[in-house]
């Protein structure tokens, strides 16, 4: 969690060293996994994305129904991606992440909804506190895009998740958040 804390004080130089040092089995899956994450929402830049692809490729070819993070983002790479969204699909039965990043790929609104209702059933804490347990990359998309056409009500409805529910990890996209939203308040 040190690499959100490090990404949300705005120093990427730091995050990426924490992760070159990391070591054990997870260390270099982990790194990757971090590296595309930033890669793909454009939050920072901690890695080469081409060969971190290229090994979470070849995991989850090792491993093909057992990562839902894996196959989202190598879809949002576009990485073989009607793989990935078919084995998102199988995956989506096990909970509300799996099931929301599976929609994601297709609608990225339906999906925040589906995590909405997931929430509302289930306590927030005892949703697993993974990388994108509270879907922090739609929702910082969604927030991007209703800002960027003047939605001030999406805006707004979107800059108050990252307060109502946030996840540790959430704070890596706090200066970001915080920038868009100044912009759309009123007055």
């Known amino acids: 969690m ?9 120093w990427p130089d730091s995050a990426r060293q924490r ?12 790194e990757d996994l971090w590296t595309l ?3 793909v929402t454009g939050i920072a830049t901690l890695g080469e994305s081409a060969p971190a692809a290229v090994r979470l490729a070849s995991r989850m070819r090792a491993a093909p129904d057992t990562d839902a993070l894996g196959h989202w983002v190598l879809a949002r790479l576009g990485i073989e991606p009607a793989g990935h969204r078919a084995a998102l699909a199988r995956l989506a039965s096990r909970g509300p992440l799996p099931a929301s990043l599976s929609v994601d790929l297709q609608d990225s609104a339906r999906a925040l909804r589906l995590w909405d209702s997931a929430t509302r059933r289930y306590a927030v804490l005892s949703a ?5 347990a509270s879907l922090w990359p739609l929702r910082l998309d969604m927030a991007r895009v209703a800002v960027a056409r003047g939605d001030r ?12 529910l946030i996840g540790y990890v959430d704070q890596i996209v706090q200066p970001e958040v ?10």
């Open 37 to 39: 994450v930033a890669h």
């Open 153 to 164: 009500a999406i805006a707004a409805r979107a800059c108050g998740s990252f307060e109502s």
């Open 178 to 187: 915080t920038r868009l939203c100044r912009a759309n308040r009123p007055g």
């Open 128 to 132: 697993p506190l993974e990388l994108l």
């Open 2 to 10: 040190g690499v959100a804390a490090d990404l949300a004080a705005g």
């Open 19 to 30: 992760l070159a040092r990391a070591t054990g089995a997870w260390a270099r899956a982990e």
